[in-house]
């Protein structure tokens, strides 16, 4: 239990990471990135093509994917998401992104094949082990913390860190959050609200570069994952309430750790704890934990 | 006044007469193409078609996107296939079981449009897409029922029993029949109050209830009737593939390419579907026969070029040009006058 409670935030802060790109998005263009799942693979397998065939470790691969997801990121939304307009942009957003995603399945497919791989580290597989302690009056098993997702944690508290002090220390965060409270009145004011979008396309994008090489080294993987991330994203980020990063950083944990406990006695039916958590959720409050009122609006 | 006149009773005539043309053409087509190859193509092309029009009338005049029809469709296949071998029924008796099929579709949607259309926009989006994952998880798991992963291995006890040339025959003429069906049901609904009181839900739901709309009644009740047409070419797919496992009954590409046929064609519109299923459904088995996974990336550019290009569909911008063509056309009188927008309605309420 123990374990899996350890297993389920650590690996719920990548998660949690993932989600963040996909809801500040959302946040700032109104739209759904239904992509975001399989740019996740496609990140995955940028760190496993560096790792395979140059030698570079994932760690510092990432100096490489961060950059080329950033870039891949901001060029979709300057030649498709920025194009669309009236009054179905939003169903339409929602099959624009998917169209991408078919796009880089198909690449994808095409260059790795079908069968599934995983990237090869050293630290893929070790782990540091905690012994058993009591907590206040309950007594807790020793558990090890496998190092990988040690890391992955660590990196995605230091980027959420970085998020953070972007949206609310620097300029630019302040026309990111105006932009996402009043598009026309920031434009009045005169932010480049098209520029803003790019790079927030950009940043949610990049995201999925450190995402992508956590999930690369500790699940086998091929183009079909992408499904399987995206419905947990989606899943997180509408539990979290749309456009909160906060909201969509407590729905990763909770999710994840629910996951990794019902794994614990019934493997087969763990994923659909998130839509179970999900509906109900919605029955009870239909904007989500943290969403805004205004998102409910037709 | 005396153009008006004549204009609506030449579209009075030509409108029905163009109807018939078509169904001619749609009941002559396998006795004209009696190759399997086009026969088996035009199964699948009115199999997708009665699913856009069926989600069309729901989706398209709602403005509530549900990309979760799938959950309807797979329920039927695997109904039937369940209730085809159980039972042991065999030859064109299969084909009963459709209703009962679409029955089960609707019955399911009951709960699910219940619980999904508290939300709106981007969450009921998302709401479906959950569903969706919920049924194929189902699908997966209980395997005493649906077979898991595999699917249901065990083929009918004797297939249709008729001859092999013109084995696809039964299955084109109901899928032919379960499609105009659906189109003529989804024109009735766009003709009436019902219809009216959706297309007001999507322009402005809140507005709509303050004028009296039972918003959730009238959206469930669309929601319901999307899903019954959907299940029975479910279950009609499975007696024509005689297989059915949890990753091709429960397509998420299907709920993708349904939304693009009717956005290629004209959303909420009735014509719309139908020429979106014509043109993409053929294209994307043409792709599919091709080895590589090339085709994988055709379909995303082509799928991108369609709503990037012709964001509104095929059909209300080619009527509202025809409308704006004639108007110059004709130079005076009350088309002349009618203002771009008010064409535009007309060629809306005409589509």
């Not at chain 1, 994917?65 to 339409?92: C, K, Q």
């Not at chain 1, 407590?250 to 019934?266: P, S």
């Amino acid at each position: 239990m123990a374990q899996a409670i350890t297993d389920g935030i650590l690996g719920g802060m990548v998660y949690a990471l993932m989600a963040a790109g996909l809801t500040l998005i959302f946040g700032v263009m109104d739209i759904i990135n239904i992509a975001q799942g399989i740019l996740v693979i496609l990140a995955a397998y940028l760190s496993y093509a560096l790792s395979v065939h140059l030698h570079i470790n994932p760690l510092l691969g990432l100096l490489i994917t961060v950059p080329v997801m950033f870039v891949l990121g901001v060029t979709v939304e300057w030649a498709f998401l920025r194009r669309l307009r009236g009054r179905e942009r939003t169903a339409m957003s929602l099959l624009v992104s998917y169209a991408v995603a078919v796009i880089i399945e198909g690449a994808l497919y095409q260059v790795f094949g079908a069968t599934p791989v995983a990237i090869q580290s050293s630290y893929a597989n070790s782990s540091v082990h905690v012994p058993g302690f009591h907590l206040l009056f309950i007594h807790v098993a020793g558990f090890y913390l496998a190092n990988i997702y040690l890391i992955g944690a660590g990196l995605a508290i230091a980027a959420f860190a970085v998020i953070y002090l972007t949206l609310y220390r620097t300029k630019f965060g302040r026309s990111i959050r105006a932009t996402m409270q009043d598009k026309v009145a920031a434009r009045l004011i005169g932010i480049n609200v098209n520029r803003v979008a790019a790079l927030t396309f950009g940043i949610g994008v990049a995201v999925t570069a450190l995402g992508g090489m956590v999930y690369g080294v500790t699940n086998a993987f091929n183009p079909d994952s992408g499904y399987d991330l995206i419905s947990r994203l989606l899943s997180i980020v509408i539990l979290g309430g749309l456009g909160s990063i906060g909201g969509a950083m407590v729905a990763a944990l909770f999710m994840v750790t629910a996951e990794e406990i019902v794994n614990l006695w019934q493997p087969n039916w763990a994923t659909v704890v998130y839509y179970a958590v999900l509906v109900i959720v919605l029955l009870v409050k239909p904007v989500g934990l943290f969403g805004k009122r205004e998102a409910r609006a037709q | 006044m005396n153009t008006a006149l004549s204009r609506s009773a030449s579209t009075a005539l030509l409108r029905p007469a163009g109807i018939l043309v078509l169904l001619a053409i749609g009941v002559a087509y396998p006795l004209v193409f009696t190759n399997a190859v086009a026969t088996n193509d035009a199964i699948y092309t009115l199999i997708f078609m009665t699913w856009a029009v069926a989600w069309n009338a729901f989706s398209g005049y709602s403005g509530y996107i549900s990309l979760g029809h799938a959950v309807f469709f797979g329920s039927g296949a695997y109904f039937t296939g369940i209730a085809t071998v159980d039972w042991g029924w065999t030859g064109s008796k299969v084909f009963w079981l459709l209703p009962l099929a679409g029955l089960l579709g609707g019955a399911i949607a009951v709960p699910v449009g219940l619980l999904a259309l508290r939300v709106r926009r981007h969450t009921f989006v998302v709401i479906t897409i959950a569903f969706f994952f919920i049924f194929q998880l189902l699908a997966y798991n209980l395997q005493s029922i649906t077979g898991g992963t595999s699917g249901l291995l065990e083929p009918p006890a004797a297939t249709i029993g008729y001859a092999v040339a013109t084995y696809n025959n039964p299955f084109y003429y109901v899928a032919f029949g379960l499609a105009v069906g659906t189109i003529a049901i989804a024109w009735l609904i766009r003709r009436s109050r019902f219809g009216l009181q959706l297309r007001a839900i999507r322009d402005d739901e809140d507005r709509a209830r303050s004028l009296g709309v039972h918003a959730m009644r009238v959206k469930l009740g669309a929601f319901v009737f999307s899903a019954v047409p959907v299940a029975m070419v479910g279950g009609l797919w499975w007696y024509y593939t005689t297989i059915v496992d949890p990753a091709s009954g429960f397509d998420p590409l299907n709920d993708v390419a349904i939304a693009l046929m009717a956005f290629l064609g004209g959303l909420g519109t009735v014509a719309g579907p139908v020429l979106g299923a014509l043109v993409i459904e053929p294209t994307y088995l043409t792709f599919q026969q091709q080895a590589s996974y090339w085709y994988w990336m055709a379909y995303g550019a082509l799928f991108l070029i369609i709503i990037l290009l012709l964001p509104r569909g095929v059909i209300p911008t080619a009527t509202e040009q025809f409308g704006k063509w004639r108007a110059r056309w004709r130079g005076r009188g009350v088309h002349a006058a009618a203002s771009p927008a008010a064409i535009s309605d007309r060629a809306e309420d005409l589509a």
